[in-house]
């Protein structure tokens, strides 16, 4: 899941200081799930921004707010309260604000979320970052644990020197990863994976942007 925080509201009011009406889009998958920008969430900013002069036109919570079809699909029934917004306010991460900016060249889009990471959820207020996306998966030699995402110093063979009673010097309230990797491989009986020096990451996997277009592959 992508785990998105509220903007403060003072700084979503700053951002549409320019526009007197607001359409407001939700997101129903990460958002909703994390409780930031599903319809709870929409409806709670409308009810803010009203109360500091706005006008709100509409609002809608789009099945998932990063997929310009279902996008395209839900903005057709709104189509009448989109007209008369001066701008957009979207709850969703950067892609998909960016899927509604791009759908809107004359109207002015703003986030009203930040996205933070990629994470696993251990419950619905607790989640960790597993995967900063690095587009080359090591997972099968790590023992499914992402040493990239979950390192401070992202090292491909560990741990470093500084881990002190099994924990990591950079966060001491967290195990070191290259302990937990080990652990996990011992068990495994994949220890001969552990010892396996691992060569750098490609780094050019991790260049951005980066496109797929699997029709085209
Ligand atoms: S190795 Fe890369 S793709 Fe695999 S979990 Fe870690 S960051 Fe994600
Ligand atoms: S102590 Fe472990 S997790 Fe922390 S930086 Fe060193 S190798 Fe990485």
Redesign the pocket.
């Known amino acids: 899941m992508i785990i998105t925080e509220q903007k403060p509201f003072e700084e979503v009011v700053e951002s549409l200081q320019g526009c007197k009406s607001v359409f407001i889009i939700g997101c129903g998958s990460c958002a909703t799930a994390w409780h930031t920008g599903g319809e709870t969430e929409v409806k709670e900013i409308a009810e803010k921004l009203q109360g500091v002069g706005k006008t709100i036109t509409g609002w809608m919570v789009v099945e998932e707010c990063c997929d310009e079809r279902k996008e395209k699909r839900d903005l057709r029934a709104h189509a009448a309260e989109v007209a008369p917004a001066d701008c957009i306010l979207v709850m969703s991460c950067g892609a998909g604000v960016q899927t509604v900016a791009l759908l809107h060249e004359d109207k002015p889009v703003y986030p009203g979320l930040n996205a933070l990471y990629l994470a696993r959820i251990q419950r619905l207020s607790k989640a960790d970052e597993r995967c900063v996306l690095c587009g080359e998966c090591i997972l099968a030699k790590t023992g499914g644990i992402c ?1 990239v995402a ?4 992202e ?1 491909m063979n ?3 020197g ?2 002190k009673d099994g ?5 001491p309230t967290r195990e ?4 937990s990797i080990y652990k996990r491989q011992e068990k495994l009986g994949q220890l001969d994976q552990f010892a396996e020096v691992k060569g750098p990451k490609d780094q050019t996997k991790r260049h951005h942007p980066r496109r797929l277009d699997k029709a085209a592959a």
């Open positions: 040493p979950t390192c401070p110093k090292l560990g741990p470093c500084g881990y924990m990591c010097e950079v966060d070191c990863t290259w302990i």
